[in-house]
């Protein structure tokens, strides 16, 4: 008699306790999703960079529109826009729309005043005598990315 008044006024207890749990775990569900999502992302940022990297090595330009609308193409799904058609080359092709922004950059050593580089020019004026310098870089797509 005593256990039947029990368990009548502990009545939605369970009720109470599954709905806590279901609050964590739809939680944790949510952010296994989100995670998963930019996981997913950053796997297809890394597969364009890797294709648009390994063509400029082997030597493609992408200073001309042809070369950009290929790194467009890449990026399918990530919202890349470049800016408007153009003619002839063009080391900065962005705009104000998109997600992405690509930079490419070329990095050249140049050595001690003897080498050739620096005696192309004189080694008096080789101001960039043993350091690194850009010899090349390209941007295309959303500009304001860059701040």
């Known amino acids: 008699m005593a256990t039947e008044r029990r368990k009548r006024r502990q009545g ?3 009720l109470i306790e599954f709905a806590l749990t279901t609050i964590l ?3 944790l569900l949510l952010n296994a999703f989100i995670t998963g999502m930019s996981l997913i992302r950053s796997i297809q940022v890394n597969q364009v960079c890797r294709d648009v990297d390994n063509m400029y090595i ?3 330009d992408f200073s001309t529109y042809s ?3 290929l790194a467009q193409r890449l990026a399918t799904g990530l919202s890349m826009k470049i800016g ?3 003619t002839g080359n063009s080391s900065t092709n962005t705009g104000n729309s998109g997600n992405s922004l690509v930079t490419l950059s070329e990095v050249m050593y140049v ?3 003897t080498d050739p580089n620096c005696a ?3 080694a008096s004026k080789c101001t960039n005598a043993n350091s690194f310098v850009f010899a090349q ?4 797509g959303n500009g304001t990315l860059t701040a």
Not at 137 to 140: A, H, K, S, V, Y
């Open 137 to 140: 870089r390209i941007q295309f």
């Open 111 to 113: 050595g001690s005043t």
């Open 84 to 86: 408007t058609a153009f």
């Open 120 to 122: 192309a020019v004189g």
């Open 12 to 14: 939605g207890q369970e």
């Open 67 to 69: 070369m950009q609308q």
């Open 25 to 27: 775990l739809v939680g």
């Open 58 to 60: 082997h030597g493609a």
